[in-house]
């Protein structure tokens, strides 16, 4: 029985050497890496790079792109330069970004190993829960809570970790429901251990693939439905986002669209980096459909 | 005749299981929207300017809003069970007139958002797995991640700039063309011209999941066996593709397209933003920044029916399609 719980774990690192070389093999997956550190390191250097306020008027309106070196992006309807809204924009993506991620699939995790582990009436009561999130239409239901809670950058990572921990749930849970029949679960069950044990130590780590897959698509949703609030003018007030730049910018769309244009391009980089980098996860976690195609 | 017996037997499992979830739904957004700070006669009063304690006390009695919280959801469930949706304050006409005047509109954008999606997604997909490994698929494929990337109401935004702006071929807002008196096929052209730009943005992210997931379906269904005898009987490619693959390869997809439904109603509301489309997703951001809640309530009720309406049809669907298929 222990043989069985100790071969596991070296097989499981050779495993995971084998994913991380087949990623680094995959052009597209390491241009999403390219991109996604470009924009982390403009979100880290932000400080540095533009001290003052990106809220703040520092030169003339409607400045456009390459009329004044100064502002390399342009200035807006109120003066302020674009470029340091696109550098501290990436701050507010990443956090709401990833933050979102962390609380949906903590929260999917637990719920979804709970319900699958025990199965019974627990599973049927959080199944109907889940139901019931996943029939309320996502993006209204986060309208209403963001407007709730009051427009601020918790509040939205909140909202968007709600909305989006029944997919991660439903996921964990058909892992688990596949995965407690195994032998390794009796074995450990018959050594005496925990629930808890269980869940975490021996399940958990075996269900993780196809979490890490769908947590990287997570990343690049929660920054599409920031970026659609702050556009709706339900983002924080006080903090410069990308959706907010193209909210306020879609007033002067027929005179310098380059003001919607340029925080636009901003989203699609990196959401692009994180799906790239999602497919090539997904690519090298499941060795078997990589083959095929 | 054995058909529509198993038909309806799935149909009325479906219909019961949908009774707890619409109910958890109602509650969880009564309680979501009674623990919002404010309320109607609140936003009412900051309208106003100033209001005397008075006049907020007569305002709240009216709407309701000077009862326990209990009495209040109580109340409401029992107006839903009479078959109202309640009655709007601010618009001073009932819920469900207010509602059925947006969803047309809202119903109109999405369907052809869906037939947009489906119709270039297995097309794209199609021609990506027909050429699987060769420049074109490779060309398609990062089309197809470009376009899931993408935030709809930017696309919508950048569609403006180019085809309103810049070419002036198409309206930049609206679902008509305001004051005109038209008829027949011009009215028709009218609405069309106006529903292209919104119906497309919100589409594309759609066509990039329908587009991967046909390739994925086609690639399978093309090893099968049924696939080889029929090109083994000498039918054409074409024949082939089109009739023993593609057919197959749509259920996966339309199961999705079921699922989406939520989904593509909640970019309606931003893309309705865009496009100063006078639909549903409209009134719901309104009636959230006016905290009128009868109103929302129901628009948050009549998704989320729409939703399990959608996918009782893609199941009934399948089960006629494909009788091995037990319904989940």
Known sequence: MTAVAQSARPRRRSAAARAVRSFLRNPAAVVGVVFLASALAMALAAPWLYPEDPLSMVARPYLWPG?????????????????AGVVWGARISLLVGFSAMAIGVATGILVGSTAGYFGGWIDDLLVRVMEVFQTAPAFLLLIVLVAILSPSVDAVIFGIGVVTWP??????????????????VTAAR????????????????????????????MVATAILMESALSFMGLGDPNQISWGSMIGSGREALRTAWFLTAIPGVAIVVTVLALNLIGDGLNDALNPRLAERE | MADTRRLLRVLRRTLLQAVPTVLGIVVLNFFLLKLAPGDAA???????GAATEETMAMLRRQFGLDVPLLQQLLGYLGTLASGSLGFSPRYNMPVADLIGQRLPGTLLLMGTSIVIALALGVLIGTLMAMTAGRWPDRVLSVTTQFFYSVP????????????SIKLGWLPSGGDRTIGASL????????RLRHLILPATSLALFYVAIYGRLTR???LEVSSQDHVRTAAAKGLSPVAVTARHIVRNALIPVTTLAGIHFGGILGGAVVVETVFSWPGLGRLAFESVMRRDFNVLLGVLLLSSLLVIIANTVVDLLHAWLDPRIEVR
Do not use: C
């Not at chain 1, 004044?68 to 302020?80: A, K």
């Not at chain 1, 439903?170 to 407690?180: G, K, S, W």
């Not at chain 2, 109401?153 to 569609?159: A, E, K, N, S």
């Open chain 1, 67 to 83: 009329q004044n070196p100064r502002y390399p992006l342009g200035t807006d309807s109120l003066g302020r330069d674009v470029a």
């Open chain 1, 167 to 184: 997919t991660i749930a439903r996921l964990v849970r058909a892992e688990f429901r596949a995965i407690r029949e195994k032998d390794f």
């Open chain 1, 190 to 217: 018959g050594l005496g251990y925990g629930h808890a044990r269980i869940i975490f130590v021996e399940i958990l780590p075996n269900a993780l693939p196809p979490i890490i897959v769908t947590a990287s698509v």
């Open chain 2, 42 to 48: 609140d936003v009412m009063a900051g309208e106003f």
């Open chain 2, 152 to 163: 709809g109401f930017w696309v919508g935004l950048m569609l403006v700039v180019v085809f």
């Open chain 2, 183 to 190: 008829a027949g096929i011009d009215l028709v052209l009218d």
């Open chain 2, 216 to 218: 994925a379906a086609v």
